[in-house]
């Protein structure tokens, strides 16, 4: 049984509960974050705890947690290796449901758990995911990493009921993100293209470190969105993202991208991603 | 203390809790209703009986909860004669936080309490309504009633700070709805305008009412979009919906709509409106 972290507390997981009038739960008035776990330790920490302190000033939530010192005690005390944190923050519990920001404010729900998984071998790395290509119907503040998710769950839930991995989502005629990762391609040219982090898609902590890498590796990068057209014709398609680190996608809508197989400028990425977070 | 109901039990409102794992808490994978509860009966049920089901078919929840019977007892337990009663569902907690729909599947997580309030004598209906104009950044899947409401609360929040009550959404040029209630005037030539019930607003069970009651008085009834233009120069605006019945609004972004006081026809809907709740 795992132990999780709740409001200060460290508590068997199946006793950590929260109110029904929770704002979390009530209005969605709640952000997370998601970081790995490679040989005992969170990964990549200065970037997740810049984009909570985003997350939190849009969502409209106060809290000064000591994350690291949290996440530090339940790692330990679940003896997790590998695998991934998570820990999540609401607008908090007040007497009864009202819109209005509570006045005056009440604490924000805090919590936190361990999940322990194989990030670094993966068979989805190995053999690459599949997708379909569906439209992008998320709200506009996507920037914030908020648990406005349920379109994310409607769209994966219909991607495995096509038989298939995952969907990319398609806004205007670009994609923008997968459900729950960033999306890249290396173009027709050998170019690495992935979507600006504006308000289209969420700022992912792996993506800064994809850039930079594709970058070491003398690929050229363009910031900017492309289209599933541009996806189809791309040497390499991957996603990015805490859960998956980097994996390839190798077919869309029933489409080969480049040889249909994953593509090794993306197996290049995710090694030396891996040996980066090893080093952290 | 209120007795509130969770999941087939009755308890106290401080003992109801759920699971940190709830996908309600973790993917806004959740859906509610709210009815008005006059002299001590809950309203409109088949109307709100049909929109769950039809919000529960898109947010992918099963649930059979014979929801008549559990509002009745709540409102007996309660006492209550005037207010609201509120009901959620969620796709229930798993053992664990995973994106993909549990598998084999979880029970939904339901609960409901009731509200007490004056719905019938309500100080913002004699005084109306002063609104702010914000730009509508929500999911496009509007229709469906679910508690993906984080902007919705942030622009109650905008609102209070701008010293009003409330927010009108604009989305490409048009009106879409007020931040939980619909939006409606009576425009220049006196005919209720109201935008239609397709993805781009919730279709409100008080807004059927409106529009039945607005054609017994004789009202041209359009429902079309309309632009911050038309809400400017109309003689009358107002919102309608479960908590508030019908509020007239008379100032949008500081300027006066009509003379700047509660509509008459509005105040007529209203009452007709409430004829009907006592009525039921």
Redesign the interface.
């Known amino acids: 049984m795992r132990t999780?972290w709740?409001n200060g507390e460290f508590l068997p997981?199946?006793e950590?509960?929260?109110?029904?009038?929770?704002?979390?739960?009530?209005?969605?008035?709640?952000i997370?974050e998601v970081t790995p776990v490679i040989d005992g330790h969170f990964c990549n920490w200065p970037h997740h705890q810049a984009r909570l302190e985003r997350s939190k000033a849009?969502?409209?939530i106060e809290d000064q947690t000591d994350w690291p010192v949290v996440l530090d005690e339940l790692i330990a005390r679940n003896g997790l290796n590998e695998g991934r944190i998570?820990l999540?923050v609401?607008?908090g519990a007040p007497?009864?449901?009202a819109?209005?920001?509570p006045d005056p404010a009440v604490p924000a729900t805090r919590?936190a758990?361990t999940?322990a998984d194989s990030l670094l071998a993966n068979s989805q790395a190995e053999q690459g995911q599949r997708v379909v290509l569906r439209p992008d119907?998320?709200?506009?503040?996507r920037s914030a990493k908020?648990?406005?998710?349920?379109?994310?769950?409607?769209m994966?839930?219909e991607a495995?009921e096509a038989g298939v991995d995952d969907a990319w989502l398609v806004e205007n005629g670009n994609i923008t993100e997968a459900?729950?990762s960033n999306a890249h391609i290396i173009d027709a040219r050998g170019v690495l293209v992935s979507h600006p982090v504006d308000h289209g898609v969420l700022p992912g902590v792996t993506r800064i470190s994809v850039i930079e890498i594709a970058r070491e590796l003398g690929l050229a990068v363009e910031e900017r969105p492309f289209k599933p057209a541009e996806l189809l014709s791309a040497r390499e398609a991957f996603i990015s993202g805490a859960g998956t680190l980097v994996v390839p996608v190798i077919e869309v809508d029933g489409q080969p991208i480049g040889n249909g197989g994953p593509g090794a400028v993306t197996a290049d990425i995710r090694r030396r991603y891996i040996e980066r977070l090893r080093g952290t």
């Open positions: 999780v709740l997981e199946t950590a509960r929260v109110s029904i009038f929770d704002r979390g739960l009530n209005f969605g008035q709640s997370y849009l969502a409209r998570y999540q609401t607008g007497d009864d449901r819109f209005p920001l919590f758990f999940q119907l998320r709200w506009q503040l908020t648990t406005q998710l349920l379109y994310a769950v409607m994966k839930a495995r459900t729950s």
